[in-house]
C-alpha cells in the first residue's frame, strides 16, 4: 500500500498531480482543496495517498494531510452510494474542517449543496459519519503548502471562526469557506480570525 509520495511536482491541475520520484511520473487524483495548496511546477512536495484498485485499474488518491486522506477513505468505505469520484467531488467544495463541522451539526443544507450530492446523500453523511467525526475536528492542515517538510501547524480553528462569521454576515457557508482557504493561502497557516475575515472581505 502506498501511503505516502514525495517527489517532485512535474504538473498538476485543480484534480490531478503528477509527481516523478525515482524516474517514474506518478499520476495522482487531487480535490481542488489539495490542488490550490501546491507549488509551482519544479517543486518537493509530498502528498499523503490511498491506492484504489479496480479490476481493470488502480488509481492514486492524494491530498496535503494524512487527516484528509482519512477522511476520504471514511467516506467512500463507510457512506452507502459514495466512491472515490464523489468523494473527491465533496471534498473539491469544501474544506476538511467545514466538512466535519457540517457533519456535526447535521447541516445537510450546505452537505446537499456539493456538485453531485443530493439531499438523501447528504443525509447518509451525516448518518453514517456523525459518530466517527464526533468531538473536535481532526484538523484540516489548512494553508500549508505540500513541502518535503510536510503540511506544518493549522491554522484550523482560526478559518473555522472566521468562515462561520462569513456566514453571520450572510454568505453561504461554500463561498464563505472558499473564501478563508483563499485568505489562508495568501497570509499563511499563522493568520488570525480577524486578519482571515479582513482577507476575505477583500481587504
Known sequence: MITSLQGILVESTPLRAVVELNGLGYEVNVPVTTAERLPSPGATIKLHTLVIYREDAQTLYGFVTPEERDFFRLLIENVTGV???????????LSLASLEGAIRAGDIATLAKCPGIGRKTAERLVVEL???VGGASVAEKSGEPATAAGSGSAGTSASQDAVAALVALGYRTADADEAVRRAALALGPKAGTEALIKKALGG
Open 83 to 93: 466512491g472515490p469520484k464523489m468523494a473527491l467531488t465533496i471534498m473539491s467544495r
Open 130 to 132: 456523525k459518530a466517527k
